[in-house]
């Protein structure tokens, strides 16, 4: 079973680079995309990121809105690829837009990737090519047998068209460890809540499978992650760690809200309303170690062939819409 799964995921990391050239005559109806301006800090440090919304399969099948995106972030979803899977200039990584485009609504998946890719192309002149490349990746094991609780969860999921939950009236609690003390409302719901301070992040899981824990690992480590741990269940989970200086954000993905949490007036008693300096909380472990304390599980090193796509030229300011 573990080594089905394994190849099944190794699949997903290759089997994109065989779809056909892509049709330039499919666009989107209309299309904006502006340089994207940074969210601004509530009064208790907070910054909500809204995730992206709309298209195939969603609610709102005939309109996208990509708010606050990096440019290497819509590539991974125009071209069904993790952010290791991208090579290119640095600020792919750093220069945020936003885009809006429409769509007739019984645009499949495949048809509106080709679309964002046209988008892409057009709009940044760009051009790519795809070739093998043998990488460093992990494979997720079981570590430890307990650790993870199957879910009861049975509400609707927090999906990729719907904003992140609002906050709860008033200020939001803190605890000790600096991190919000979650309402229940954020939480009953299947789906990933992202919270970070400075010095430490931490996910909040409601019926969630491992694999979608493999793919965000994939994001935060850049590197591929394989399913080997034989669990087929979804689980409940909350993994607090400290990202390493050369980790990405834990996240990126559908189903996925994410609040960043500034450094906030001065700390006081557990359950306030203030954000704790990170001087001020404890340190929490690196994300190997608070895989294995928390949740049982190892990532254990290995290499592979995986499709890789190259830009070869792209510019950095979008034509005009």
């Known amino acids: 079973m573990a080594k089905q799964i394994a190849a099944a995921s190794l699949v997903a990391f290759t089997a994109w680079a065989q779809t056909p050239a892509p049709d330039k005559s499919l666009t989107f109806e209309v299309a904006t995309i502006k340089p994207a301006q940074p969210p601004q800090p509530n009064a208790q440090g907070l910054m909500f990121l809204r995730p992206p919304s709309g298209g195939p399969g969603s609610r709102d099948p005939g309109r996208v809105n990509y708010p606050y995106m990096t440019l290497k972030a819509i590539l991974m979803r125009a071209y069904n690829v993790k952010n290791f899977q991208i090579t290119g200039p640095s600020w792919l990584d750093t220069g945020r837009f936003d885009i809006t485009a429409t769509m007739p609504p019984d645009t499949t998946k495949q048809q509106f990737q080709i679309m964002l890719q046209n988008l892409i192309r057009d709009r940044f002149q760009m051009s790519v090519h795809r070739e093998k490349k043998e990488l460093p990746m992990y494979s997720l094991v079981l570590a430890k047998a307990g650790k993870l609780k199957e879910s009861t969860a049975n509400k609707a999921?927090?999906?990729?068209?719907?904003?992140?939950?609002?906050?709860?009236?008033?200020?939001?609690?803190?605890?000790?460890?600096?991190?919000?003390?979650?309402?229940?409302?954020?939480?009953?719901?299947?789906?990933?809540?992202?919270?970070?301070?400075?010095?430490?992040?931490?996910?909040?899981?409601?019926?969630?499978?491992i694999q979608d824990?493999?793919?965000?690992?994939?994001?935060?480590?850049?590197?591929?992650?394989?399913?080997?741990?034989?669990?087929?269940?979804?689980?409940?989970?909350?993994?607090?760690?400290?990202?390493?200086?050369?980790?990405?954000?834990?996240?990126?993905?559908?189903?996925?809200?994410?609040?960043?949490?500034?450094?906030?007036?001065?700390?006081?008693?557990?359950?306030?309303?203030?954000?704790?300096?990170?001087?001020?909380?404890?340190?929490?472990?690196?994300?190997?170690?608070?895989?294995?304390?928390?949740?049982?599980?190892?990532?254990?090193?290995?290499?592979?062939?995986?499709?890789?796509?190259?830009?070869?030229?792209?510019?950095?300011?979008?034509?005009?819409?």
């Open 157 to 209: 999921p927090i999906d990729s068209d719907s904003a992140p939950p609002p906050p709860p009236p008033g200020p939001p609690k803190f605890g000790p460890d600096g991190f919000p003390i979650e309402p229940v409302a954020l939480t009953s719901r299947p789906g990933m809540i992202v919270f970070m301070r400075p010095g430490g992040a931490r996910i909040t899981a409601t019926a969630q499978t």
């Open 213 to 321: 824990l493999t793919d965000r690992l994939s994001n935060q480590l850049n590197r591929p992650v394989i399913d080997n741990t034989g669990l087929t269940a979804k689980y409940d989970f909350t993994l607090t760690y400290a990202p390493a200086p050369n980790e990405g954000l834990f996240g990126g993905g559908p189903g996925q809200a994410m609040m960043a949490l500034g450094r906030g007036p001065a700390p006081g008693p557990a359950g306030n309303d203030s954000v704790p300096a990170a001087a001020d909380v404890e340190t929490p472990p690196l994300l190997m170690e608070a895989l294995q304390s928390q949740l049982g599980l190892k990532l254990e090193p290995k290499k592979g062939d995986v499709e890789i796509l190259v830009i070869d030229k792209i510019e950095k300011t979008p034509t005009e819409n």
